[in-house]
């Protein structure tokens, strides 16, 4: 006897308890496979979107621009600074002293102002001349201080004073922080 196919496959699919055409039902990572991905989003510009950004980029580097070329001109202008702090600590290291504290005061306030200004000035005078040419607040050379910068150079060189230490700090100051833009007249 036989029997039909179509019963078969019936008696086959309730054996199993699937029916023909249905596929298993799929876990959740499954289905997450099908997903098709996100599309990405379209890159970001570099330039700027509006000309509000651009006008306000090139005004900030012209700023820039300025306040580098006035600092390299400072820089440049303060160039007798330095020359001067390299020679004071070179002759200073060379046993000096004092002789080399007035010498190169006296030509960087030289290089620094009118010769007319500088060159005939010398004790109180001097001392004047120095204190004016300093900003305000700023501490100055005392009596003390201005008397041996004015005689101790002219002495032997064993009489050279004890508060070298103290100098030295006074005339480098006077020769990072003077203000040469100030028109200062002697008396």
């Known amino acids: 006897m036989s029997v039909p196919s179509a019963a078969v496959d019936q008696a086959m699919?309730?054996?199993?308890?699937?029916?023909v055409g249905e596929s298993p039902p799929l876990m959740l990572s499954q289905m997450i496979d099908q997903l098709s991905p996100a599309p990405e989003p379209a890159p970001i510009a570099w330039w700027p979107q509006t000309w509000g950004w651009l006008v306000l980029?090139?005004?900030i580097a012209a700023l820039l621009a300025w306040r580098g070329w006035r600092r390299y001109r400072q820089w440049?202008?303060?160039?007798?600074r330095r020359e001067a702090l390299a020679e004071l600590r070179q002759r200073l290291a060379q046993g000096e002293?004092?002789?080399a504290l007035a010498e190169v005061l006296r030509r960087t306030a030289l290089a620094a102002f009118p010769r007319q200004a500088v060159a005939s000035l010398r004790g109180d005078a001097w001392g004047r001349f120095l204190n004016a040419s300093l900003p305000s607040g700023t501490t100055g050379f005392d009596d003390r201080a201005i008397?041996?910068?004015?005689?101790?150079?002219?002495r032997a060189p064993d009489a050279a004073p004890a508060s070298l230490e103290a100098l030295t700090p006074?005339?480098?100051?006077?020769?990072?922080?003077?203000?040469?833009?100030?028109?200062?007249?002697h008396e």
């Open 13 to 19: 699919e309730e054996a199993v308890g699937e029916t």
């Open 57 to 59: 980029g090139l005004v």
């Open 147 to 154: 008397a041996q910068l004015s005689s101790q150079p002219y």
């Open 76 to 80: 440049r202008a303060d160039r007798y």
């Open 170 to 185: 006074q005339v480098e100051r006077w020769i990072r922080r003077h203000d040469a833009s100030r028109s200062v007249a």
């Open 97 to 99: 002293g004092i002789v």
